[in-house]
């Protein structure tokens, strides 16, 4: 069956890094889209907002934390069983931040090791393109969910060059 988008919702994701004793920074979903999965830390964009201004803002009201550093490192193209709007959520890689992460109404932030992701508590596609992001490769992907959000019922993960400004659907691989 084709998978027809309709239409596209702009999305930020920031995962912060302690590269220097391999950990990253996660956050359980405590509300909304997402409950009770550990996420990196984003969200919608604001009307006037770019989606840096965004992940910027998110990671300050999500972690109580102001990254020094953000670099877009991906772009995920998710799209749902019998749901014509996809969600293109533009991730980035932080390594340097000011503060103190704090639990907040939406996220209880917490470290982990980069051997000890808990990948049975996130979403079914990290662990797909968690080893690019970890690497500091650039990517694209796309995941196609089944209608319960629980399993990936196709995927395309290319390493590219260049994070382009956005998805653009021409190019998708699954169609």
């Given amino acids: 069956m084709p998978i027809i988008i309709e ?12 590269e220097k004793n391999r950990k990253i920074l996660l956050g359980m979903k405590k509300r909304g889209f997402g409950l009770n ?19 910027y803002r998110e990671l300050e009201e999500e972690a109580m ?19 014509p709007v996809a969600l293109e959520v533009h991730v980035f890689r932080s390594t340097e931040y000011k503060g103190t992460p704090t639990e907040t109404e939406e996220m209880r932030p917490e470290w982990f090791s980069y051997d000890n992701i808990p990948f049975d508590t996130m979403w079914p596609d990290d662990r797909i393109w968690f080893p690019l992001f970890l690497k500091g490769q650039q990517f694209l992907g796309e995941f196609h969910f089944s209608e ?28």
């Fill in 7 to 18: 239409k596209k919702k702009l999305f930020t994701l920031v995962l912060t890094l302690d």
């Fill in 37 to 55: 999965k550990w996420n990196g830390f984003g969200g919608k964009l604001e009307p006037g907002e770019t989606i840096v201004q965004a992940a």
């Fill in 65 to 83: 934390i102001q990254a020094v550093d953000m670099d877009k490192i991906g772009i995920n193209l998710f799209t749902f069983e019998n749901d």
């Fill in 148 to 175: 319960d959000q629980k399993r990936v019922l196709e995927q395309d993960l290319r390493e590219v060059s260049h994070v382009p400004e956005e998805y653009d659907l021409t190019q998708r691989k699954l169609a």
